[in-house]
């Protein structure tokens, strides 16, 4: 059992920076992979990058690769994601997702999930 809360989301210009933070609540988060989504409005729920149980392995679709990170600290059961020259096609609501095994790609494979931040670049 996981819980997962986003935050960290808001209004940017295009060219700017957001960090969002994933706080888990569960006593095994360092059991589980996480990875971060996110669904623009009539579009489908699309990967954006992954990280593993120890945080040795991450994957990013090539949409955001060199310009967003995802890290965890397990200490602190977080895991986040940090947005650099954010663009005005990056504009969606931002997903983290729990799963026991791997960064799945596919979000029908996670387990848990958060309730979703608001990322809104303008141009």
């Known amino acids: 059992q996981v819980q997962l809360v986003e935050s960290g989301g808001g209004l940017v210009q295009a060219g700017g920076s957001l960090r969002l933070s994933c706080a888990a609540s569960?006593?095994?988060?360092?059991?589980?992979?996480m990875g971060w989504f996110r669904q623009a409005p009539g579009k489908e729920r699309d990967f954006v990058a992954g990280?593993?149980?120890?945080?040795?392995?991450?994957f990013y679709a090539d949409s955001v690769k060199g310009r967003f990170t995802i890290s965890r600290d397990n200490a602190k059961n977080t895991v986040y994601l940090q947005m650099n020259s954010l663009k005005p096609e990056d504009t969606a609501v931002y997903y983290c997702?729990?799963?026991?095994?791997?960064?799945?790609?596919?979000?029908?494979?996670?387990?848990?999930w958060g309730q979703g931040t608001q990322v809104t670049v303008s141009s």
């Open positions: 990280i593993s149980q120890n945080g040795g392995s991450t």
């Open positions: 997702a729990a799963d026991r095994r791997f960064p799945y790609i596919s979000p029908g494979r996670y387990d848990y």
């Open positions: 569960g006593r095994t988060f360092s059991s589980y992979a």
